[in-house]
C-alpha cells in the first residue's frame, strides 16, 4: 500500500503523516484509526479541537470540514468511500449525518467503537490480501463497515446536505488552494470562477458549513501549521501563509485552534523518531499497523448500548446571568392535621435542613379534624384555634412562611355535602355568607394577634375552592364569584397587605381568562396568580388515545403526550394574563406533578428523579415560584393500601423513606446562583469558584400507559412503560478555568444508587421491613458517588468533563478548584 490507493474508485485506504498537505473537505465519507502516536482534530466550525490518540477512530461526514494534525511520528490509517458506493450500499448515510468519536469516550465505554475497528482492520486486511482486485470479502467488510455507523453512530436529526451540485464549488476551492499566500476577495473569486459572489457564499454556505472566508482562514490555518514544526520565524509564517501580518495569524489561532501560534509552537516542539512504514510489503505487518491489526483477531461483543453524543463548549469568563431558584418557593405538606404527625414533622424538619423551601403550603385548614369550629353541649358553635395553631407555629418554627389554602368548608357552615370525600373536609357553598365571613375574620384576625401583621403581611392565602368545582356542582359560576369576593375582602379588611393568591384552577383556558374578569368587575384581583398541573388531559382531547382505564382513585384523566407540558401551560398563562391586562402579576405554580393518578407505580422509581430535574431545570424561570405536590405517600384522599412502595405523589413513602425524587431535590438545591449554559437535558451553573453541571435523560411514558393500561407492570417490573431511548454521552468542554488543580465529584441517581425502590428490589422485595432492613433501604438510597482531581494547565486553559447519562438516570458533577 502506497500512500493512497484509488485505484478502485468506490472505496481506498490511505496511509496519513503529519507531513502531508490533506485537503480540508471531500465529498467521501471517511473513517479515520490513529495507529500511532497522538495528535488534535476538529470537526466542526468554530468547534473545540480534540487530543487524539492511538487506537482512537471517527468519522468524517461527506463535505464536512475536518482539521487533523498529526504529532511528530504520529500516523493514522484513512478509508474513504465514495459517494456513489453510499449511494448503492447505504443511502441513509447520505441524508443523515454520522457521529463517530471514540475519543469522547472513557476506556469502559469503547464497546461500539470496538465493533467498528474490527471491521476496519478486517476489510484493510482483505486489501492487502488481495491488493490486486476487489475481493468479495473486501466488499462484504465495507459493507459491515456501513451497517456499523448507520445501527449505531447514525443521527436522526440532522440531514446532511445532498449532493448534487457541490462540484460548482470545485473552481473556488482550487483557487483558494492555489492562491491562499495572496489577498482574496469574494469578487475575486467571482472573477476567476465566473459563478456569481451569492453562488459562492450560498455553497460554502451550504456543502461546508462555513463562509467562504472562514474557510480561506482555515487553510492558511493549516499551511501555517506545517510551518510550526521550521525555523521560520511567526513572522514569516504569518507571510507564507497568506495571513496579512501576524496579528491576524494570532487572531485565527485563537478563533480556530483555542491558543496563540506561540503557544501552538511549544506543544509541536518534541522529538521526533522517523519511521518508514514497509507499506510495499503488505503481507509483512510493519508494528505501525500492528494497533489496528490486533482487532482484526478479536470477535467483541457489543455490550454498549447505544449513545448520543452531546457536544457543549461553555466559555467561564464574563458575567452570568443571575439564578433564583422559584422551584424552592413551595413545598405541599398535605393537609393540616398531618402537620400534628411527629413523623410529618421530622421530614420537614430534614426537608428544610436539607433543600429549604420559603413556604410549606397546607390544604385543610377548616377542615373538621382541626376541630376549629364546634357546638359546646348546648349546640352554641364555638371556635377554637388550637390545633391550627400548632400547625402554624410548627411551619414557622421550621423556617418557613405558611401559604394556607382556605377550602373546604366545616361541616356546621356547609349547605351540603356535594362531593363525598374520604377526609374530614367538605366541599359546599356555606349556609350563610355571613358565617363564613364572621370565621375567615377571627381566624385571621387570630393569626394577626398571634404572630404579628408584619410577619403575617408574607404568608399567602388562598381564598376556598379552585373554580373548577363548579363543574363539579358546589356552586354555580354566580355563588363561586360571590364567595371568592367576599372571602378576598375579608382578608384585606384584616390588613390591606395581607397577600391573596389564586384562583389554583387546573384548566387556565377555561377558568382563568372568566376569573381575572370577574376580579376586574369585583375589584378582588389577587396578589399572586395561581395555577395547577398534574400533567393531565381529557381522553377526548388527544386523537389517537385510547380508552382510559378509569378507576376510583382519581380523576378519569390521562397523561398529556406532552413532554414540555409545564413550558407550554406558562407560555399559555402568560398569554392569557397579558391579555387581560395582568401581565405583571407574579405566576405561582402551586401545585405540580407529573400525573394525578396516586397509584401510578412510577412514581417510586427513578423515572421521578428524571422528571424532577427536566421540569425543574426547564422551568425554573418561568414561574415566580413552584410547589411540588407532595411531601408524603400519605394523603388519606384515597384508601391506603399495605404496600410501602404504593405508588403514591410523595417525596417520602408513607413510613418515611427517601424516594428518588427527595434525592433528586438534594441535588437540585446545590444548583448556584449563576447560570453558564442550559439546554435540553443539561444545566450548568456556578456559585463562587464551584460549577455545577446537572444533567438529565427524561423518558415520557408510553401510549398504553398514559391511558393506565398496565400491562406487564407489576410491584417489581416497573420500568418497561417508558418509550425508548438512547443513553446520551455528554463532552463538556469549559474555557479559561483558572489553572491549578481540580477537584471532581459526581452524583448519579440510577438503578444502582439513589432509589429507594431500586434498592428495594435488590434487598429481595420484602412485604414488610423489619427496622433493621428499612435503616439497611435507607443506606442504600444514597446516590452513586465517585471523585477524582485533574489539573488544569497553559496559558489558554480547558477543562473536559466526560459523561454517559442512561434513559431515566441524572446527574450533579461538582468542580471545585482546590
Known amino acids: 500500500m502506497g500512500q493512497s490507493d484509488k485505484r478502485q474508485e468506490d472505496f481506498w485506504f490511505t496511509l496519513l503523516r503529519r507531513e502531508e498537505e490533506r485537503a480540508l473537505w471531500h465529498p467521501e465519507l471517511e473513517l479515520i484509526f490513529v495507529l500511532k502516536g497522538t495528535g488534535r482534530v476538529c470537526l466542526m466550525q468554530n468547534g473545540p479541537v480534540y487530543r487524539i490518540n492511538e487506537g482512537d477512530i471517527f468519522a468524517v461526514n461527506s463535505f464536512q470540514i475536518l482539521e487533523l494534525e498529526l504529532d511528530g511520528d504520529a500516523y493514522a490509517l484513512s478509508l474513504s468511500i465514495s459517494l456513489h458506493y453510499l449511494t448503492s450500499i447505504s443511502p441513509e448515510l447520505l441524508s443523515h449525518k454520522v457521529n463517530c468519536r471514540s475519543f469522547l469516550y472513557p476506556k469502559d465505554r469503547q464497546g461500539l467503537y470496538d465493533v467498528l475497528r474490527r471491521n476496519l482492520a478486517r476489510a484493510f486486511q482483505a486489501q492487502y490480501k488481495y491488493e490486486m482486485r476487489q475481493s468479495l470479502s473486501l466488499k ?31 473552481p473556488a476551492i482550487d483557487y483558494i488552494q492555489n492562491n491562499y499566500r495572496d489577498p482574496i476577495t469574494l469578487e475575486d473569486l467571482s472573477e476567476h470562477t465566473f459563478l456569481s459572489r451569492t453562488c459562492i457564499s450560498h455553497s460554502f454556505r451550504r456543502y461546508l458549513g462555513v463562509s467562504c472566508m472562514e474557510y480561506l482562514a482555515r487553510v492558511r490555518i493549516c499551511h501555517a501549521v506545517r510551518m510550526m514544526y521550521g525555523r521560520e520565524t511567526l513572522t514569516e509564517i504569518a507571510y507564507n501563509s497568506g495571513f496579512p501580518n501576524v496579528n491576524a495569524m494570532i487572531k485565527a489561532f485563537k478563533q480556530y485552534r483555542g491558543m496563540t501560534p506561540g503557544e501552538y509552537r511549544k506543544q509541536a516542539a518534541q522529538p521526533q523518531t522517523a519511521l518508514q512504514p514497509a507499506a510495499e510489503e503488505p503481507d509483512e505487518m510493519n508494528h505501525v499497523f500492528s494497533s489496528l491489526m490486533n482487532y482484526a483477531l478479536e470477535d467483541p461483543e457489543v455490550k454498549q448500548p447505544k449513545e448520543t453524543v452531546r457536544e457543549l463548549m461553555i466559555d467561564l469568563e464574563g458575567r452570568k446571568p443571575r439564578i433564583t431558584q422559584h422551584w424552592k418557593r413551595i413545598m405541599n405538606a398535605g393537609y393540616a392535621r398531618e402537620l400534628l404527625d411527629g413523623a410529618r414533622q421530622q421530614e420537614i424538619i430534614l426537608l428544610q ?66 362531593i363525598p370525600s374520604m377526609r374530614a373536609g367538605v366541599f359546599s357553598y356555606p349556609e350563610s355568607l355571613e358565617a363564613w365571613r364572621d370565621l375567615i375574620q377571627s381566624l385571621l384576625e387570630h393569626l394577626a394577634e398571634r404572630h404579628g401583621r408584619e410577619r403575617v403581611r408574607q404568608w399567602l392565602f388562598a381564598p376556598w375552592l379552585i373554580p373548577d368545582y363548579v363543574d363539579f356542582g358546589v356552586c354555580t359560576a354566580g355563588e363561586y364569584e360571590e364567595i371568592y369576593a367576599v372571602t378576598y375582602e375579608t382578608i384585606k379588611s384584616v390588613c390591606g397587605n395581607f397577600l391573596v393568591c389564586g384562583p389554583g384552577t387546573t384548566d387556565c383556558r377555561k377558568y382563568l381568562p372568566q376569573f381575572l374578569a370577574m376580579c376586574r368587575r369585583r375589584d378582588c384581583m389577587p396578589d399572586i396568580i395561581t395555577f395547577r398541573s398534574f400533567a393531565a388531559v381529557n381522553p377526548e382531547e388527544e386523537e389517537d388515545g385510547l380508552n ?37 402579576l407574579p405566576l405561582v405554580l402551586e401545585e405540580w406533578s407529573s400525573t394525578i393518578w396516586q397509584r401510578d407505580l412510577c412514581n417510586d422509581t427513578c423515572y421521578k428523579s428524571a422528571y424532577l430535574f427536566k421540569n425543574v431545570l426547564e422551568n425554573n424561570d418561568q414561574f415566580s ?42 441535588l437540585l438545591a446545590q444548583m448556584g446562583d449563576r447560570l453558564l449554559e442550559k439546554g435540553s437535558g443539561y444545566f450548568i451553573s456556578q456559585r463562587n469558584e464551584e460549577i ?26 416497573r420500568y418497561h412503560v417508558f418509550q425508548p431511548k438512547e443513553a446520551e454521552a455528554f463532552f463538556i468542554q469549559l474555557s479559561h478555568p483558572v489553572p491549578g488543580k481540580y477537584r471532581i465529584k459526581r452524583y448519579a441517581i440510577t438503578r444502582q444508587g439513589g432509589s429507594s425502590y431500586d434498592a428495594w428490589l435488590r434487598m429481595g422485595a420484602p412485604e414488610t421491613l423489619t427496622r433493621e432492613e428499612t435503616a439497611f433501604l435507607e443506606a442504600g438510597s444514597y446516590p452513586e458517588y465517585r471523585t477524582d482531581c485533574v489539573e488544569v494547565q497553559g496559558e489558554e486553559p480547558v477543562l473536559n468533563i466526560r459523561a454517559s447519562v442512561k434513559p431515566l438516570e441524572v446527574m450533579l458533577i461538582k468542580i471545585q478548584r482546590e
Open 140 to 170: 462484504n467488510r465495507i459493507a459491515a463497515l456501513l451497517e456499523n455507523l448507520v445501527q449505531y453512530f447514525r443521527e436522526e436529526e440532522e440531514p446532511q446536505p445532498e449532493g448534487g451540485s457541490w462540484e460548482r464549488l470545485k
Open 548 to 584: 382510559l382505564i378509569a378507576g376510583n382513585e382519581s380523576f378519569p384523566m390521562a397523561v398529556s403526550r406532552d413532554e414540555d407540558i409545564l413550558f407550554h401551560l406558562s407560555r399559555e398563562v402568560h398569554r392569557i394574563l397579558d391579555q387581560a391586562g395582568a401581565g405583571e
Open 625 to 666: 415560584g413552584m410547589g411540588y405536590f407532595s411531601l408524603n405517600d400519605r394523603l388519606d384522599e384515597i384508601p391506603p393500601v399495605p404496600q410501602m412502595f404504593c405508588g403514591g405523589f410523595g417525596l417520602f413513602t408513607k413510613n418515611s423513606v427517601k424516594k428518588s425524587a427527595y434525592r433528586a431535590m438534594e
Open 692 to 717: 455545577q453541571i446537572f444533567l438529565y435523560n427524561y423518558c415520557h411514558y408510553d401510549l398504553l400507559y398514559r391511558y393506565r393500561h398496565t400491562v406487564n407492570m407489576t410491584q417489581t417490573n
Open 353 to 418: 435542613k436539607q433543600i429549604g423551601f420559603e413556604y410549606i403550603r397546607v390544604k385543610g385548614i377548616l377542615d373538621d379534624d382541626m376541630c376549629l369550629l364546634r357546638t359546646d353541649m348546648n349546640g352554641n358553635r364555638v371556635k377554637n384555634f388550637t390545633y391550627v395553631d400548632e400547625a402554624i407555629d410548627f411551619i414557622v418554627s421550621a423556617g418557613a412562611k405558611p401559604m394556607v389554602e382556605l377550602s373546604s368548608m366545616p361541616r356546621l357552615l356547609a349547605r351540603s355535602v356535594s
